[in-house]
């Protein structure tokens, strides 16, 4: 039996020769959703304060949730790899 210090070694060494793991960004799970059919919805922006100068046309069309442009489903997708 070896003492418990070289075990020690040995276990922290074996965890480091693994690779990290992938991990979903926690701002990203908290911004959007995958659909089922693959889409991203997200919230729309700028409808959370400075709303007295905004038209009730503009805000009208900043209610419910929008779709993820293609353009940026690459980074979404690299955000959350399990999703």
Avoid: C, D, W, Y
Wanted: no cysteine; charged share 30%; aromatic share 4%.
């Amino acid at each position: 039996m070896l003492p418990p210090a070289i075990m020690l070694k040995m276990e922290l060494s074996q965890r480091q020769s693994a690779m990290p793991k992938m991990k979903t960004k926690s701002a990203a799970k908290k911004r959007f959703r995958v659909r089922p059919g693959g889409t991203v919805k997200r919230g729309s922006a700028f409808k959370r304060h400075i709303l007295t100068k905004k038209t009730t046309k503009t805000k009208r069309q900043l209610r419910g949730a929008k779709e993820v442009h293609a353009t940026n489903m690459v980074s979404v997708r690299a955000m959350m790899p399990f999703a």
